[in-house]
Structure formats: structure tokens, C-alpha cells
């Protein structure tokens, strides 16, 4: 297996993991998330854009599993220290290769692509409901800085 940033050809492949990674996400919460697909354009423009890279983990041919990356600023505002910082935006592996270290290679790999930009860190959101992979960021020493909360009527 290999590590390597997505070019336009493996769309497809990204394509179909969108699907998954989304239909899970509805499973886990229903109430606010639905299977979909994700719009090719926001595909393309991660892969061609400087600000961003789709990481793959790929097998012979085959796409297991990416990470979406983008580098951002913190927002304007007066009382945040401003920071230069990598977002991961999403991460999936196939259902059929999970437990193989794969989200984790592609998560050693997201941290070298911040540290090469010379980032101030990594930051990514993850439902806590998606249990293994709360405890996969936690290994590979992610902490939790802050939560969501919500008043439902």
C-alpha cells in the first residue's frame, strides 16, 4: 500500500468512498445526516486547489480509503491568537479494509503535509457516535478542544 496525493483520474474511486463515508454518517445520525453524493466539483477543486490535497491509500489500482486536507487561518476575530493550521475535512477507508492501519498511515501522512507547510497544527471534527474513530484520533493523539452542543425542540 501506498500514500499518495489523488490526482483527477482517481475521482471515482473518491466518488464511491463519499457514498460510504455519507451513508455511515446517516446511520449514526439519522435525525440530521442522509446518504448522498458528494458534488464532483468540490472533488476536483480539492484535488487541483493549492490550499488543499485528497491523500489516498492505494493498493494496486485500488482507492482504500483518503483524507481530505485543507490549510485555513483562524477567523478574524480579536480574541484568537491567529494560526495558520491544517483541517482535515474528511477521512474514510472501505468498509472491507478497515483494521488494516490504513486510517492511520493516512492520518501520519496529514501530519507530515501540515508540518511541510509549516502549519501550527492538525485539526479535524468527528460525531461522537463514530466511535472508532474517536479512538483512532485519540492513538494518534488528537485531544479534544472543544464540543457542539445543541438545543433541539
Given at each position: 500500500?501506498?500514500?499518495?496525493?489523488?490526482?483527477?483520474?482517481?475521482?471515482?474511486?473518491?466518488?464511491?468512498?463519499?457514498?460510504?463515508?455519507f451513508l455511515k454518517m446517516s446511520?449514526?445520525?439519522?435525525?440530521?445526516?442522509q446518504p448522498a453524493?458528494?458534488?464532483?466539483?468540490?472533488?476536483?477543486?480539492s484535488i487541483i486547489e493549492n490550499e488543499s490535497d485528497i491523500l489516498i491509500a492505494k493498493k494496486e489500482?485500488?482507492?482504500?480509503?483518503f483524507l481530505l486536507i485543507k490549510e485555513t487561518i483562524t477567523p478574524p476575530y480579536t480574541c484568537?491568537?491567529?494560526?495558520?493550521?491544517?483541517?482535515?475535512?474528511?477521512?474514510?477507508?472501505?468498509?472491507?479494509?478497515?483494521?488494516?492501519?490504513?486510517?492511520?498511515?493516512?492520518?501520519?501522512?496529514?501530519?507530515?503535509?501540515?508540518?511541510n507547510r509549516n502549519l501550527d497544527y492538525l485539526e479535524l471534527n468527528v460525531l461522537p457516535e463514530n466511535i472508532g474513530a474517536v479512538a483512532l484520533y485519540e492513538k494518534q493523539g488528537f485531544k479534544d478542544m472543544n464540543h457542539t452542543m445543541r438545543f433541539e425542540f
Open positions: 500500500m501506498e500514500i499518495k496525493t489523488a490526482t483527477l483520474e482517481e475521482i471515482p474511486q473518491i466518488e464511491i468512498l463519499y457514498q460510504e463515508l446511520i449514526l445520525q439519522p435525525k440530521y445526516l453524493k458528494q458534488d464532483l466539483s468540490f472533488i476536483t477543486n489500482g485500488q482507492v482504500l480509503g484568537l491568537i491567529e494560526h495558520k493550521y491544517a483541517f482535515v475535512i474528511d477521512v474514510i477507508v472501505g468498509n472491507q479494509y478497515q483494521s488494516q492501519g490504513i486510517g492511520t498511515a493516512l492520518l501520519v501522512d496529514a501530519k507530515k503535509w501540515a508540518e
